[in-house]
């Protein structure tokens, strides 16, 4: 069965940054378009970012356009997320997720992030 | 920007019972692009459904989807303990994805 396991998150002080990493294995990582969608304490899931597989493609939600950078090496089979100028309301359980078709076939088991000084 | 909007927020049922969840749009999707996930307490979510009515690997025929263009529904025909946990139906779209609120599923 594939897995996915992230890493990086922790404690950031509102305007800082932090990188997430998502470790991938038992599957073909570079055929396969990854995204990010996180998670608030008690809220419901609200889609971050996704890359296709080559990489050539990234998308993002409006709330974290021009703050955060969604790439990858699949020479490494790792998909990351770099985020700047972090605020309060991305605090979140920040899930790595790998997308089949229109749907998101397999998740990790997230990471937290907690904005606050 | 196409809203999905579940209903109920809660549904409190007893085992054995038959769940129905309802996810409206906004406007009407491609039912290809129209899934269902469930999540348990301090787990990630699950994929239940995919393209509207097509099961996910390993998900047991208890779990059904239905509807197309703006009313989708999860039912669920005889609830087992472990089915109590929330649920999201979930829109692809515009190389994005929109979910709904959630339904949480509790027990009476």
């Known amino acids: 069965e594939e897995q996915l396991v992230e890493s990086g998150g922790g404690l950031v002080q509102p305007g800082g940054s932090l990188r997430l990493s998502c470790a991938a294995s038992?599957?073909?990582?570079?055929?396969?378009?990854m995204t990010w969608v996180r998670q608030a304490p008690g809220k419901g899931l609200e889609w971050v970012s996704g890359?296709?597989?080559?990489?050539?493609?990234?998308h993002y939600a409006d709330s974290v356009k021009g703050r955060f950078t969604i790439s990858r090496d699949n020479s490494k089979n790792t998909l990351y997320l770099q985020m700047n100028s972090v605020r309060a309301e991305d605090t979140a359980v920040y899930y790595c997720?790998?997308?089949?078709?229109?749907?998101?076939?397999?998740w990790g088991q997230g990471t937290l992030v907690t904005v606050s000084s | 920007e196409i809203v999905l909007t579940q209903s109920p927020g809660t549904l409190s049922l007893s085992p054995g019972e038959r769940a129905t969840l309802s996810c409206r749009a906004s406007q009407s999707i491609n039912n290809s692009y129209l899934a269902w996930y469930q999540q348990k307490p301090g787990q990630a979510p699950r994929l239940l459904i995919y393209g509207a009515s097509s099961r996910a690997t390993g998900i047991p025929d208890r779990f059904s989807g239905g509807g197309s263009g703006t009313d989708f529904t999860l039912t669920i025909s005889r609830l087992e303990p472990e089915d109590f946990a929330v649920y999201y139906c979930?829109?692809?779209?515009?190389?994005?994805?929109?979910f709904g609120q959630g339904t949480k599923l509790d027990i009476k």
């Open positions: 979930q829109r692809y779209g515009n190389s994005s994805y929109t």
């Open positions: 890359i296709s597989g080559s990489g050539g493609s990234t």
């Open positions: 038992r599957f073909t990582f570079s055929s396969y378009a």
């Open positions: 997720a790998k997308r089949t078709g229109f749907f998101i076939a397999y």
